[in-house]
């Protein structure tokens, strides 16, 4: 069974903090992803990473950075915390995600932040 | 980009069979998907739709027409357990081949 491992399920900090979500996921997979779930607004990509060292932006990255240094590990870093970044925060992976792909992507439990 | 629809919330009685619909638009479409999340907890993968027609597994089937942008997850059956969101996902050839994802289907099933 895949597992995708996230460090904390809930997180209380304080705006202006820095912030690390850390994920790990035990079947090497190439992709690792992390998104942020907001009631009405779904589930919204933040940021990928496709192989070690490598990330790309999602849609939303505006205040986020990630890092990569090892496959099965993708934190997520908020430089500076702020209200509007509470939220349920999803990190997931994948094996592939070309084109024709029938591969799924494998979802961590979550980490509901609240920043105040 | 996609822009993805589903209805908001639906509910449903145990033992019956609910429909749930996704409508999409994308420039190059290149496979659907449907996730279940329980309250709480990681969405997990139901079913993979690329090409026109109907998968069927156990209880749950997906059906998939590429000319009208349309998707439906079938549920019968129902059992109480089946209270989740319901999360219909499309990939787009152009770009990171990464899906998107529309907003969720709320289903209450009740005795």
């Known amino acids: 069974d895949v597992k995708v491992t996230q460090s904390s399920r809930y997180l209380v900090k304080r705006t202006g903090e820095k912030v690390f979500l850390e994920c790990v996921q035990d079947?090497?997979?190439?992709?690792m992803f992390w998104y942020r779930q907001d009631p009405g607004l779904g589930l919204r990509l933040i940021y990928f990473?496709?192989?070690?060292?490598?990330?790309e932006k999602g849609d939303i990255p505006e205040g986020y950075s990630v890092s990569r240094e090892k496959k099965e590990r993708f934190s997520l870093i908020l430089e500076s915390a702020s209200t509007n970044q509470t939220s349920m925060y999803l990190c997931?992976?994948?094996?592939?995600?070309?084109?024709?792909?029938?591969?799924?992507?494998?979802f961590g439990p979550g980490t509901r932040l609240t920043v105040l | 980009g996609q822009n993805i629809d589903q209805p908001t919330e639906m509910t449903a009685t145990e033992g019956a069979i609910v429909q749930i619909n996704c409508t999409y638009q994308?420039?190059?479409?290149?496979?659907l998907f449907w996730y279940q999340q329980h309250a709480g907890e990681a969405p997990t993968f139901l079913s993979y739709?690329?090409?026109?027609g109907l998968e069927e597994k156990g209880r749950f089937s997906s059906f998939l027409s590429r000319s009208k942008g349309y998707s439906y997850l079938l549920l019968k059956e129902l059992q109480m357990k089946d209270s989740a969101s319901y999360l219909c996902?499309?990939?787009?050839?152009?770009?990171?081949?990464?899906?998107?994802f529309g907003r969720g289907t709320s289903l209450i099933v009740h005795p």
């Open positions: 996902a499309v990939r787009d050839l152009g770009g990171s081949y990464i899906p998107t």
């Open positions: 997931a992976s994948s094996f592939e995600q070309g084109a024709g792909s029938t591969d799924t992507q494998y």
């Open positions: 990473s496709y192989d070690v060292k490598m990330k």
């Open positions: 739709n690329v090409l026109d």
């Open positions: 994308t420039s190059g479409f290149n496979g």
């Open positions: 079947m090497d997979h190439e992709n």
